[in-house]
């Protein structure tokens, strides 16, 4: 016993033995863990970025039905259609019978009021719906314009409206028309209070021309239609000179942006003008030395 090594017991070599491939077992147990860690949060990250893929597919998708949603054949376009087809149909209704018998002129005025009526409603459901086409933005207008001037033009043929008023009307309704085009490069004349009031005292006071009146509403409707006939004027001033506002506002940017535009050109030309004459002046002294040398 004395002078040798005392022999390990059989149970201490045993767990000495089981304590590596413990170690071992538990490493690759935890590499293990972690690779299948790994997997599933890559797994997990590339369906998280696939789910958001396509929720935006999906939603460009419903904003292109939505867009496309805007076609010819909308309600706010069929009514305005419709406010066309009244034109030649209230016409008809205003002179039949020589343009005098009351039945005709309230079967008229019914067909006038429908399109006045539509009028309210067309715009609004485009602009709130988003139903606002090409079709809309030039009919809407003609079809205003339209039915309003054979109102006119018809009353004023029958005798019962001044042609004077006709004519100062419908010279302010084609007036700012025109130069809403003149000046739509520069912007565009929003509608103002009193360009929606003139539109209704003018609906107002045309519908009581239509109808067959006498006594007291015969010169309540001559009150209406001069009320009408100055709003017509100064909005249609105000309309104007808005227009001058904008043109000129419009001229003076785009001059300004030219200005802008060209001296920023003059200071690259001379910034490259200035580099050419130094790398030119650098070539010089540098053909100096080398002969000096």
């Not at 000046?183 to 009031?197: D, E, F, M």
């Not at 100064?234 to 030219?258: E, H, I, N, P, S």
Request: charged share 15%.
């Amino acid at each position: 016993m004395s002078g040798g090594a005392e022999p390990t017991p059989p149970r201490l070599r045993a767990a000495a033995a089981a304590q590596p491939a413990a170690a071992g077992a538990g490493g690759g147990s935890g590499r293990s863990g972690a690779s299948t860690g790994a997997r599933i949060a890559g797994g997990s990250v590339g369906g998280a970025a696939g789910a958001t893929v396509a929720d935006g597919a999906g939603r460009t998708g419903a904003a292109r039905r939505t867009a496309g949603q805007a076609g010819l054949w909308n309600v706010a376009n069929l009514l305005t259609m419709s406010r066309l087809v009244l034109v030649p149909g209230f016409v008809l209704l205003l002179v039949h019978d020589d343009g005098h018998d009351p039945a005709w002129r309230s079967f008229a005025w019914a067909a006038f009021a429908i399109a006045m009526i539509t009028d309210l409603f067309d715009g609004e459901l485009a602009r709130r719906y988003g139903l606002v086409t090409d079709f809309g933005k030039i009919a809407d207008p003609i079809a205003d314009k339209a039915i309003m001037g054979a109102a006119l033009v018809g009353l004023s043929a029958l005798g019962d409206l001044p042609w004077w008023v006709t004519g100062v009307i419908l010279f302010r309704e084609l007036g700012i028309t025109l130069m809403r085009f003149w000046v739509i490069r520069h912007g565009v004349i929003p509608a103002s209070r009193g360009g929606k009031l003139k539109t209704l005292t003018q609906g107002v006071a045309v519908g009581m021309y239509v109808l067959v009146l006498t006594g007291p509403l015969a010169s309540i409707r001559a009150w209406i239609m001069a009320v009408a006939v100055v709003l017509t004027v100064a909005t249609g001033a105000d309309y104007v000179r808005q227009a001058v506002v904008l043109r000129r506002a419009g001229l003076a940017a785009r001059a300004k942006a030219q200005g802008s535009a060209g001296g920023s050109a003059g200071g690259s030309a001379e910034g490259s003008a200035e580099a050419a004459a130094d790398g030119a002046a650098e070539s010089g002294a540098e053909r100096e030395r080398r002969q000096g040398v």
